[in-house]
């Protein structure tokens, strides 16, 4: 298939926190009908469902994608399945193999049917020990404690290796915490940044699982659907870096994020519990510098924290409103 002529496009992952959302992006910019949604086990929502083809696979199990491909022509990628950092340390071998195996998997299958372009999405979890906190540059040490960390930094390296050896056209960004209010994340450090909204809205109280000066870039949702959506139009041409790029909206430490809260609701409190998750975050730098994805593919974010939490806080009202939040 001549490149730009059509897209079919196969979002995996697609139930989950991003997934979903990119899905319905997806459908209303290339039609309904060329956007295959898949998932693995967790039955999809209504609206998923409902406005376009759904399948299940597993993307650690090569035939399982191969079948879909071939079954609705595909051309183009978004690959969202993975295992998120906090259930990553509990099962390190499971995120191991999903993020690894899974990608392996799609990218043999994208340069064996010749795909288009491929979307290989990585995280701030890439960095660790040794990278600097404040406005951490693209190019820097690359050293996480986490197994979810070394598969990102991994699957990066992997990524750009098939562009350069195979020709493969893959892309992808590391996204930062991403916060939003239709599909609840997938067990990530940034959860927390979440988890306060609905907790505003149903108990009017939080209690956080990380410190109150715990400061992490955070984006919300849309601007990371246009990230990505952005990335994946770009000239080839344009690009001198393809699956590791920095993006940044925001960053906010927790106390921060609670006197947000406070603006639009003066009653609100926030309590402190921290666990496990706390060790993940303070190896995670504080803010991060998006110069190269600025001038390489024109990012620029729309959302600041006070805009975000205005928007949030509607959204999760009028869902509880019509008791759709338990
Ligand atoms: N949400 C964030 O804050 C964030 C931040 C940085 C990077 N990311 C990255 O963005 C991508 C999407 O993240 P998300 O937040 O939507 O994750 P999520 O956990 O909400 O969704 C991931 C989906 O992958 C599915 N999955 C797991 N194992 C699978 C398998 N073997 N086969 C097929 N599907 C499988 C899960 O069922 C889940 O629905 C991931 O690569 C993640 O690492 C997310």
Same mark, same amino acid.
């Given at each position: 298939?001549?490149?730009?002529?059509?897209?079919?496009?196969?979002?995996?992952?697609?139930?989950?926190?991003?997934?979903?959302?990119?899905?319905?992006?997806?459908?209303?910019?290339? =039609?309904?009908?060329?956007?295959?949604?898949?998932?693995?086990?967790?039955?999809?929502?209504?609206?998923?469902?409902?406005?376009?083809?759904?399948?299940?696979?597993?993307?650690?199990?090569?035939?399982?994608?191969?079948?879909?491909?071939?079954?609705?022509?595909?051309?183009?990628?978004?690959? %969202?399945?993975?295992?998120?950092?906090?259930?990553?340390?509990?099962?390190?071998?499971?995120?191991?193999?999903?993020? %690894?195996?899974?990608?392996?998997?799609?990218?043999?299958?994208?340069?064996?049917?010749?795909?288009?372009?491929?979307?290989?999405?990585?995280?701030?979890?890439?960095?660790?020990?040794?990278?600097?906190?404040?406005?951490?540059?693209?190019?820097?040490?690359?050293?996480?404690?986490? %197994?979810?960390?070394?598969?990102?930094?991994?699957?990066?390296?992997?990524? #750009?290796?098939?562009?350069?050896? /195979?020709?493969?056209?893959?892309? =992808?960004?590391?996204?930062? =915490?991403?916060?939003?209010?239709?599909?609840?994340?997938?067990?990530?450090?940034?959860?927390?940044?979440?988890?306060?909204?609905?907790?505003?809205?149903?108990?009017?109280?939080?209690?956080?699982?990380?410190?109150?000066?715990?400061?992490?870039?955070?984006?919300?949702?849309?601007?990371?659907?246009?990230?990505?959506?952005?990335? %994946?139009?770009?000239?080839?041409?344009?690009?001198?870096?393809?699956?590791? /790029?920095?993006?940044?909206?925001?960053? /906010?430490?927790?106390?921060?994020?609670? =006197?947000?809260?406070?603006?639009?609701?003066?009653? /609100?409190?926030?309590?402190?519990?921290?666990?496990?998750?706390?060790?993940?975050? #303070?190896?995670?730098?504080?803010?991060?510098? #998006?110069?190269?994805?600025?001038?390489?593919?024109?990012?620029?974010?729309?959302?600041?924290? #006070?805009?975000?939490?205005?928007?949030?806080?509607?959204?999760?009202?009028?869902?509880?409103?019509?008791?759709?939040?338990?």
């Amino acid at each position: 298939m001549a490149q730009n002529e059509m897209k079919r496009i196969l979002v995996t992952g697609a139930v989950g926190q991003i997934g979903s959302e990119l899905t319905m992006a997806l459908r209303e910019k290339y =039609g309904a009908d060329n956007v295959l949604a898949t998932g693995r086990k967790t039955p999809p929502s209504k609206e998923l469902l409902e406005s376009g083809p759904f399948e299940y696979i597993d993307v650690a199990d090569k035939a399982s994608v191969e079948a879909v491909v071939d079954k609705y022509e595909i051309d183009t990628i978004y690959h %969202m399945a993975a295992i998120l950092s906090a259930v990553g340390e509990d099962k390190p071998w499971l995120c191991w193999s999903v993020n %690894m195996d899974g990608l392996k998997n799609v990218l043999d299958i994208g340069v064996e049917k010749k795909l288009t372009r491929i979307f290989v999405p990585s995280s701030i979890a890439v960095w660790g020990p040794g990278a600097p906190l404040e406005m951490t540059p693209n190019e820097t040490v690359l050293k996480p404690t986490t %197994m979810y960390g070394v598969t990102k930094v991994a699957g990066e390296l992997l990524a #750009d290796y098939y562009f350069k050896r /195979f020709g493969l056209d893959c892309r =992808g960004v590391r996204y930062p =915490g991403i916060i939003s209010h239709e599909t609840l994340p997938g067990g990530g450090t940034t959860d927390y940044a979440v988890g306060i909204y609905y907790d505003a809205v149903i108990k009017g109280s939080y209690e956080c699982f990380v410190r109150e000066d715990t400061v992490l870039p955070m984006m919300y949702m849309p601007d990371a659907i246009k990230a990505t959506l952005d990335l %994946m139009e770009a000239p080839v041409e344009n690009l001198k870096h393809h699956n590791d /790029f920095n993006i940044a909206a925001m960053s /906010f430490s927790v106390t921060e994020l609670a =006197g947000s809260i406070r603006k639009v609701m003066p009653e /609100f409190t926030c309590t402190y519990k921290p666990d496990s998750r706390q060790a993940i975050a #303070d190896s995670w730098p504080n803010s991060i510098d #998006d110069t190269a994805a600025r001038e390489e593919w024109g990012w620029k974010p729309a959302f600041d924290l #006070d805009a975000m939490t205005e928007d949030m806080l509607a959204n999760l009202r009028r869902k509880h409103e019509a008791g759709l939040l338990v």
